[in-house]
């Protein structure tokens, strides 16, 4: 199926429209041939990652440009000491997330996150910590994976794993295996279907980096 931009315009609005957690008057979509730009603003870093998320999911969007804005009360009055105080407490809280490995600055709001840790999971786990803290304006996850596991990666397990979702057409994906890192090329359909390729492929013991070059194609109208 063909979409013109102001039916994958629509769509993405339809899309943010439908989680309840956003407010779709306050953020604006624009498309142009699969590049869709977000704009507006929101109360919170969440829910611009939401926003982000929404749009990526929708069928045709090819890659986002988000430039929404987060204005909030309760941002302005917290320090950037207590927003690094916030986000050390959150990790003594969950499990998936050696605290004691992850380094934590925060400047004017915006968050980074640095060290070194066995799993891509923890680090995923740790930025999701720190996007629903109040007071967060963005996040840098600079988090390096070393894996403890010394196997050799087996492109075949990654290629069945990626068999196995129900969300990938695995037949336009090429794995290639160098060392400790997994390439990914060919083609997928949306940015989530490339984002799940990827994080498929992180979970193979013993990655350390997945370079993922995978291109998302599909067909618009043209006028």
């Known amino acids: ?6 039916q994958l315009q629509k769509d993405v609005q339809d899309a943010i429209n439908w989680e309840p957690s956003l ?3 306050e953020i604006g979509v624009s498309a142009n041939d699969g590049v869709v730009t977000l704009t507006g603003t929101v109360p919170s870093y969440s829910q611009k990652s939401e926003a982000e998320h929404a749009a990526e999911n929708v069928a045709g969007v090819r890659a986002v440009v988000e430039k929404i804005e987060i204005r909030s009360p309760n941002s302005r009055n917290r320090t950037d000491d207590e927003i690094a105080a ?5 990790f003594k809280w969950d499990m998936e997330v050696p605290a004691s490995k992850v380094k934590v600055k925060v400047e004017n709001g915006w968050v980074t996150l640095e060290g070194e840790l066995h799993w891509n999971y923890q680090r995923v786990a740790a930025e999701e910590d ?9 996040v840098t996850n600079n988090i390096r994976i070393r894996s403890e596991i010394r196997n050799e990666i087996k492109r075949e397990d990654i290629e069945d794993a990626l068999q196995r ?5 695995p037949e ?8 400790t890192k997994v390439i990914l090329t060919g083609t997928v359909g949306t940015v ?5 390729a990827e994080r498929i492929a992180w ?5 350390w980096a997945v370079d993922n070059q995978l291109a998302v194609e599909y067909e618009y109208e043209t006028f």
């Open 1 to 6: 199926m063909k979409k013109s931009n102001e």
């Open 23 to 25: 407010n779709a008057a």
């Open 86 to 90: 916030a986000i050390v407490d959150t």
């Open 130 to 138: 720190v996007k629903f803290l109040d007071g967060v304006i963005g």
């Open 165 to 169: 979702s129900v969300a990938i057409d």
């Open 172 to 179: 336009d994906i090429t794995v290639v295996v160098s060392g």
């Open 192 to 196: 989530y279907q490339k984002k799940e």
């Open 203 to 207: 979970n193979a013991p013993g990655v």
